[in-house]
């Protein structure tokens, strides 16, 4: 079976995941958030204090999973779902940390390539348009200026985990930025065939629309341009 694959990458509080959430939705495709995947690992390593030096051989023991249920991505740590748990300031750090080990990359890269095989998918990451599916139809690098970044994931943290600053959280925001551009293996780049979709001026709808009207003006050319 062929099927249709688009890369969303960009860095962290762009809006990737809400927006793949409503472009996936629209066309029937499944979503797929790698992100979740690396704040899985990161921490069944938090939760196991697993030292540094133990992390690779660690991973044989992680039985990390994805389900979906009724089109919504579902993240397992054996047959406890963690979906929540991943969503601390915390885990964001530890992931960007981990995702740095090339043997917590090769686990996690044929559980993403054949969930991209056998749907019609819209995956979004880091390296997904570089290094996980480089032949995807549609690529797309979304990006917005840090400040703007912070300013949305306060919002959004500030209702769910109490009051965490807005300084705070941009210079994690900063920090992750460049653990994941200046990592040697998979790092964080815009692939020479995406689209750059900055959204620091833009709105959500108005954010999906772009991306829908980029992803139909690709699949009608015939895919890859
Ligand atoms: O998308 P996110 O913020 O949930 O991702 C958490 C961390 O995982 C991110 O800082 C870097 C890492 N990551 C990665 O290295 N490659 C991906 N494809 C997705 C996430």
Do not use: W
């Not at 921490?43 to 039985?63: C, F, Q």
């Not at 047959?79 to 750090?93: A, F, H, N, Q």
């Amino acid at each position: 079976m062929n099927t249709i694959n688009i890369a969303i990458d960009g860095p962290a509080g762009a809006g990737k995941s809400t927006i793949a959430k409503m472009v996936s939705a629209k066309l029937g495709y499944i979503y797929v958030d790698t992100g979740a995947l690396y704040r899985t690992i990161a921490l069944y390593i938090t939760e196991n204090n697993i030292p540094d030096d133990e992390i690779v051989k660690s991973l044989d023991g992680a039985e990390v999973s994805l389900k979906f249920i009724d089109g919504a991505q579902r993240v397992y740590l054996g047959d406890r779902d963690v979906s929540d748990l991943i969503r601390t300031p915390e885990i964001s750090m530890a992931a960007s940390k981990v995702s740095t080990i090339p043997a917590v990359r090769d686990y996690l890269f044929e559980m993403q390539k054949k969930i991209a095989r056998e749907n019609n998918v819209i995956m979004d990451g880091r390296d997904i348009g570089t290094v996980v599916l480089p032949d995807a139809q549609v690529k797309i690098f979304l990006t917005a200026s840090a400040e703007e970044r912070a300013s949305r994931r306060y919002k959004e943290l500030s209702d769910k985990l109490g009051c965490p600053c807005y300084e705070e959280i941009l210079s994690d925001i900063i920090e992750r930025d460049r653990n994941d551009m200046n990592r040697k293996t998979a790092p964080l780049r815009q692939a020479e065939d995406a689209v750059l979709v900055d959204t620091t001026n833009l709105g959500l709808e108005e954010s999906a629309e772009e991306i829908s009207r980029i992803i139909s003006e690709k699949l009608s050319s015939g895919g890859k341009m």
